[in-house]
């Protein structure tokens, strides 16, 4: 029977570079499910450290993508900083309204509307 309580490491493997700038994200499987396409074992060289590494399909190795790390953690920063945006915006919108529901709860004189002549005096002279 199978050892289900061992797990090992594979890439999960894509053709595209992802938002944190790899090609690849790495995932743990039990040790008995069968490693296909598009995930790997085959661990990344170390002459790749410090590289962008992608994997070859074709060639079945690791391969250097010649993007430049520091261009990719850039790319990586805009990206996450558009996400925090545009969230930022979704949260500000919900706040506005939930202010809003507040002071109606807390004031409701305030939106009623009153007779403008019910308060005023005459003098007769």
Known sequence: MADTNTYKMV???????QPDGNFYY?????SYVPV????????????????????DWQTSEWIDSQIDPTTASITALQANAAVLMLQL??????LDGLQKQIS?????EQ????????NTTTKEG
């Open 36 to 55: 296909e396409y598009p995930k790997t074992t085959d661990p990344i060289p170390a002459e790749l450290q410090g590289k962008i590494a992608k994997y």
């Open 104 to 108: 109606s709860l807390s004031h409701p």
């Open 11 to 17: 890439y999960v493997t894509s053709p595209t570079q």
């Open 26 to 30: 790495v995932d743990y499987v039990p």
């Open 111 to 118: 939106t009623t509307t009153t007779n403008p002549t019910a």
């Open 89 to 94: 915006t979704t949260i500000k919108g919900t």
